[in-house]
């Protein structure tokens, strides 16, 4: 019992003993005048940029639409069925590569009838030209040319002999006979070459023209057996076939049988509100082909390649409000394809002298913006501000700011106005 009393009197000791002692402490404090109380948080920690004056180039952003500019149906020039499908739907073609062959069997049979056509007027046109008939003509002219001639010299011959009775008249007289014989006989011949020569030409004239026309039916023959085989008029990606191996195609026919669409360049069209287009016109007019259009994509990516703007329609349409631009992007990956929606980023002014902030330093409270910055005494203000455009991850400050302000960008949530803060690196909280 003893030893269990004594284990028990020695923690009562103990906490008589640190009682008194933090009574002694307590008095020695209030005898030397101190006063105790709460003690004094340490500066909170912010992050700052400083406000800079700088030339800042002004975006817009518009929704787009990618389309193809030089789309193609390709459709047959000759009547036939579909004999074999060369292509797979999708994949790249260039142009004259074959896509489709018909049955040629006729338009390979109407090129050897043509061609056996074109021969036999060649044949006779040969023959017009070598004028048999003009040769006899000429051939019993220039005879009875040489009989006139005869004739005559018998005449003149006789006729001093007669007068000299030393030749009967009578042989004259048949002398000057025969000569008259013979002249009708030269003129009946002169017209008989006449009418061959004018007939030959009149023949040559005919056969040449019916050889041009036969060249003429072999060439369309040509033509459509080679129409018999359609083929790619353009480089492109190919869709899908929409007339299957077996099928009839006509060149009247409305349905295609298939599309082929240029990838590269690609084309954006999208649309200005009136406002916005007549904002441009107030500062020089639309943006030109020199500068640069980004395009976004729907995944949020951006396209490498940068375009450019190269059309506007005409007139602004009534219904929407709004004018369609046309811009040109290099797509030699083809990567992007017709009817892909995004955003396109125009460059529309450039601000002098003007004050970027990040819009995280900006505090909305209904229509009242305002930030916090940091004076020379490390002591939280509060500054009224206007943002006009967004650039970017920042906002344009209309007014506000002046340059060499510190506002803060990171730890807002736990200063207030007047607060004293500890200006930390980017990543130190």
């Given at each position: 019992?003893?030893?269990?009393?004594?284990?028990?009197?020695?923690?009562?000791?103990?906490?008589?003993?640190?009682?008194?002692?933090?009574?002694?402490?307590?008095?020695?404090?209030?005898?030397?005048?101190?006063?105790?109380?709460?003690?004094?948080?340490?500066?909170?920690?912010?992050?700052?940029?400083e406000a800079a004056a700088?030339?800042?180039?002004?975006?817009?952003?518009?929704?787009?639409?990618?389309?193809?500019?030089?789309?193609?149906?390709?459709?047959?020039?000759?009547?036939?069925?579909?004999?074999?499908?060369?292509?797979?739907?999708?994949?790249?073609?260039?142009?004259?590569?074959?896509?489709?062959?018909?049955?040629?069997?006729?338009?390979?049979?109407?090129?050897?009838?043509?061609?056996?056509?074109?021969?036999?007027?060649?044949?006779?046109?040969?023959?017009?030209?070598?004028?048999?008939?003009?040769?006899?003509?000429?051939?019993?002219?220039?005879?009875?040319?040489?009989?006139?001639?005869?004739?005559?010299?018998?005449?003149?011959?006789?006729?001093?002999?007669?007068?000299?009775?030393?030749?009967?008249?009578?042989?004259?007289?048949?002398?000057?006979?025969?000569?008259?014989?013979?002249?009708?006989?030269?003129?009946?011949?002169?017209?008989?070459?006449?009418?061959?020569?004018?007939?030959?030409?009149?023949?040559?004239?005919?056969?040449?023209?019916?050889?041009?026309?036969?060249?003429?039916?072999l060439r369309a023959a040509?033509?459509?057996?080679?129409?018999?085989?359609?083929?790619?008029?353009?480089?492109?990606?190919?869709?899908?076939?929409?007339?299957?191996?077996?099928?009839?195609?006509?060149?009247?026919?409305?349905?295609?049988?298939?599309?082929?669409?240029?990838?590269?360049?690609?084309?954006?069209?999208?649309?200005?509100?009136?406002?916005?287009?007549?904002?441009?016109?107030?500062?020089?007019?639309?943006?030109?082909?020199?500068?640069?259009?980004?395009?976004?994509?729907?995944?949020?990516?951006?396209?490498?390649?940068?375009?450019?703007?190269?059309?506007?329609?005409?007139?602004?349409?009534?219904?929407?409000?709004?004018?369609?631009?046309?811009?040109?992007?290099?797509?030699?990956?083809?990567?992007?394809?017709?009817?892909?929606?995004?955003?396109?980023?125009?460059?529309?002014?450039?601000?002098?002298?003007?004050?970027?902030?990040?819009?995280?330093?900006?505090?909305?409270?209904?229509?009242?913006?305002?930030?916090?910055?940091?004076?020379?005494?490390?002591?939280?203000?509060?500054?009224?501000?206007?943002?006009?455009?967004?650039?970017?991850?920042?906002?344009?400050?209309?007014?506000?700011?002046v340059p060499g302000d510190?506002?803060?960008?990171?730890?807002?949530?736990?200063?207030?106005?007047?607060?004293?803060?500890?200006?930390?690196?980017?990543?130190?909280?």
């Amino acid at each position: 019992m003893s030893i269990r009393n004594t284990h028990l009197e020695i923690p009562a000791r103990a906490a008589f003993s640190v009682g008194l002692v933090t009574a002694i402490l307590l008095a020695g404090c209030a005898a030397s005048g101190q006063k105790t109380g709460p003690v004094q948080a340490p500066p909170s920690g912010v992050v700052v940029v400083e406000a800079a004056a700088a030339d800042v180039p002004i975006f817009s952003e518009f929704v787009a639409q990618t389309y193809a500019r030089d789309m193609v149906e390709v459709r047959a020039r000759v009547e036939g069925y579909i004999e074999k499908w060369e292509f797979r739907p999708g994949a790249e073609v260039t142009a004259g590569q074959t896509l489709y062959t018909l049955d040629l069997r006729p338009y390979e049979a109407a090129v050897q009838q043509a061609r056996g056509n074109l021969h036999q007027s060649q044949a006779d046109l040969e023959f017009a030209r070598k004028q048999v008939a003009l040769l006899q003509a000429q051939a019993n002219l220039v005879q009875a040319e040489a009989n006139l001639l005869k004739a005559r010299q018998d005449v003149e011959r006789l006729t001093p002999l007669v007068a000299s009775d030393a030749a009967s008249r009578q042989d004259l007289d048949a002398a000057s006979a025969a000569l008259q014989a013979n002249q009708a006989n030269v003129a009946a011949l002169k017209a008989g070459v006449e009418q061959a020569t004018l007939s030959a030409r009149t023949q040559i004239d005919s056969m040449q023209a019916k050889t041009e026309a036969q060249q003429a039916a072999l060439r369309a023959a040509e033509l459509n057996l080679e129409y018999g085989t359609i083929k790619a008029p353009i480089d492109g990606r190919i869709g899908d076939t929409l007339v299957p191996v077996g099928g009839l195609v006509t060149p009247s026919s409305p349905q295609p049988l298939t599309t082929i669409v240029p990838l590269d360049p690609i084309w954006v069209r999208f649309k200005v509100a009136e406002s916005e287009y007549l904002g441009w016109t107030h500062q020089g007019g639309l943006p030109t082909a020199a500068l640069p259009v980004s395009l976004v994509l729907a995944d949020q990516s951006q396209f490498p390649f940068t375009g450019h703007i190269e059309n506007s329609l005409n007139q602004v349409d009534p219904k929407t409000a709004t004018l369609e631009l046309q811009a040109r992007f290099p797509n030699p990956r083809h990567a992007v394809l017709p009817g892909e929606y995004g955003r396109v980023r125009v460059q529309v002014a450039e601000r002098k002298e003007a004050i970027l902030i990040p819009q995280k330093a900006v505090q909305q409270l209904q229509s009242l913006q305002t930030v916090y910055t940091v004076g020379p005494d490390n002591k939280v203000q509060v500054k009224p501000v206007t943002a006009g455009d967004r650039v970017g991850s920042s906002w344009l400050i209309e007014k506000g700011l002046v340059p060499g302000d510190r506002v803060i960008v990171e730890g807002q949530q736990k200063v207030r106005p007047g607060s004293l803060v500890q200006i930390l690196k980017a990543g130190q909280q």
